[in-house]
């Protein structure tokens, strides 16, 4: 029964995740296959758990979860990952009786009425209209917070104290009247009230505390395992995002598997439908792959897409794989996106998620290849910090770059190879070329405004120079971040995992206020 509480609550949590974004659509079907992948899984455990009933639900409720997190993750842009994980913790909650719906609605939408029933006590200024009516509100509607307007009102100075603290939204914190002895979802409705800008920290504390670490960690971009789960009737459909060309990924992948010589690329468009259609049925023939690029410039065509796809007969043996790529539809056929595997590959959120994404696209023999293999492994590092801190920078706006770039992956892979190309050809370490190559030319050629070019090769100096060579180099004050010592790829990962999930503005280079800025932006 609490399985089945729990598995029916998450399901219409997905279910809304359409109104979001038309791509986001997910069918019964590849729920309930979900569903029997963790009771597979759960399986494989048996012998860890075989004690007691209760352990065993326990370990199924939380692999499914889990296993929902992580697939639904693969279709959804980086900006709704989050999302994700504060709903399924919200839905949860609301379920469990933690908090209601009421309670929800509020921390969404805030206050509703335009008028003060009280007159705001705040004389100086730093108690806003706004945030004064919204504990009027919370006050009036939400038992939890019943009277806190008058115990406000009475500590006026204790709280002003209180919220001007640096970390009035971390748990540690104690608020006046034992306020902070609320539980977490209503302590969030707090900081939301009166911190805009720590919001998102406190939603990645409650995520922590309710679903677990797990669920701040989007799994990183992997063709090949969404690949191996596919079969010949499910469609691999690439959400495109500005910037965002998955056929490097998709070219690699069908030469890992044999498929270089066998794949067909197709792009939509006037004219292109009866080749697309004949490419299907011969594809099918032959057991090859067909890639069908901008199916959204082919709106005419998805009808006939559509219904070829459910013709298709299930084959657990046919090599067949249809790939489409798309950018977000509402014309897009539903049935077509419910059933098949939908993948978004855009830079993740974070400088460490930057990182590990860099770091799995290595293989131990493509690592391990360079002739100088000291140097290479601390400038490769160096190349992949230095490309997450270009791609995070754009969350500052203005402060971060005049004009918002969209670096790609491409940037970064023709830079690697570069790095190994200059260490293996040069005996000594050609650092003018390397710094001119990535900067003005690799990822430079996209900077158009004079300062952010003065900029990013300042930024790219403090990891592309002789000092990176020296063990335990560090390019900022902050102890966390320096160049890893020498080891295997599995080293290098270790590392990245130990770092911050929220990223101090001091690596950036930049003041800890312009993270206001941005922080209440993102909330």
């Not at 914190?173 to 720590?198: M, S, T, Y």
């Not at 309710?210 to 969404?226: I, M, Q, V």
Request: aromatic share 12%; charged share 25%.
């Amino acid at each position: 029964q609490t399985v089945a509480f729990r598995v029916s609550n998450l399901f219409f949590c997905i279910a809304d995740l359409a109104n979001v974004e038309p791509m986001y659509q997910y069918s019964l079907k590849w729920y309930t296959d979900i569903y029997l992948q963790a009771i597979d899984l759960s399986e494989d455990e048996r012998e860890r758990v075989k004690d007691k009933l209760e352990d065993k639900l326990t370990t199924f409720k939380d692999n499914f979860t889990l296993l929902l997190y992580t697939n639904v993750c693969k279709s959804l842009f980086v900006k709704d990952k989050l999302m994700l994980s504060f709903l399924m913790a919200i839905k949860l909650g609301v379920s469990s009786g933690e908090f209601t719906n009421s309670e929800v609605r509020f921390l969404m939408a805030g206050a509703s009425s335009m008028e003060l029933a009280k007159p705001n006590p705040c004389k100086d200024g730093w108690l806003t209209d706004k945030q004064w009516g919204n504990v009027l509100e919370a006050a009036a509607t939400i038992p939890a917070f019943k009277g806190l307007d008058s115990q406000f009102t009475l500590q006026l100075a204790e709280w002003k104290k209180a919220i001007e603290m640096p970390n009035f939204h971390e748990p540690e914190a104690i608020w006046p009247g034992d306020w902070h002895k609320i539980n977490d979802f209503r302590k969030l409705i707090l900081v939301n009230i009166f911190k805009k800008d720590k919001v998102i920290p406190s939603i990645q504390e409650f995520i922590g505390k309710t679903l677990g670490a797990k669920f701040l960690k989007p799994p990183s971009f992997n063709l090949a395992e969404s690949y191996d789960t596919s079969k010949n009737k499910t469609p691999i459909i690439f959400v495109l995002s500005p910037g965002a060309d998955p056929l490097e990924e998709l070219n690699k992948l069908a030469e890992a598997k044999g498929f270089g010589h066998k794949c067909k690329t197709l792009s939509l468009g006037q004219g292109q439908e009866e080749i697309a259609k004949r490419e299907i049925a011969v594809a099918q023939e032959t057991n090859s792959w067909v890639v069908l690029q901008n199916c959204h410039l082919a709106v005419s065509f998805m009808p006939t897409l559509e219904k070829l796809v459910e013709e298709i007969v299930e084959d657990p043996e046919s090599k067949f794989r249809l790939w489409l790529t798309s950018m977000p539809s509402d014309q897009f056929p539903v049935s077509i996106l419910q059933n098949g595997i939908k993948l978004t590959n855009e830079p993740p959120k974070g400088i460490s998620n930057n990182l590990i994404q860099a770091y799995n696209g290595f293989d131990n023999k493509q690592f391990e290849s360079c002739q100088k293999p000291g140097p290479w492994k601390k400038l490769l590092f160096g190349l992949c910090f230095f490309n997450a801190l270009v791609l995070e920078r754009r969350k500052y706006g203005p402060l971060g770059w005049n004009i918002p770039y969209e670096f790609s992956q491409a940037d970064l892979s023709i830079s690697i190879s570069q790095l190994m190309m200059f260490l293996n050809e040069y005996e000594e370490i050609p650092f003018e070329a390397l710094n001119y190559m990535v900067a003005e030319a690799n990822y430079g050629g996209r900077v158009t405004d004079p300062m952010d070019r003065r900029c990013i090769n300042i930024i790219l100096e403090d990891f592309y120079n002789k000092n990176v060579l020296v063990e335990g180099y560090k390019w900022c004050d902050n102890k966390k971040y320096y160049i890893p010592s020498e080891g295997d790829l599995g080293h290098y990962k270790q590392y990245i995992d130990s770092l911050p999930l929220v990223d101090p503005t001091e690596v950036f280079g930049l003041h800890e206020n312009a993270n206001i800025t941005s922080a209440i932006n993102d909330a």
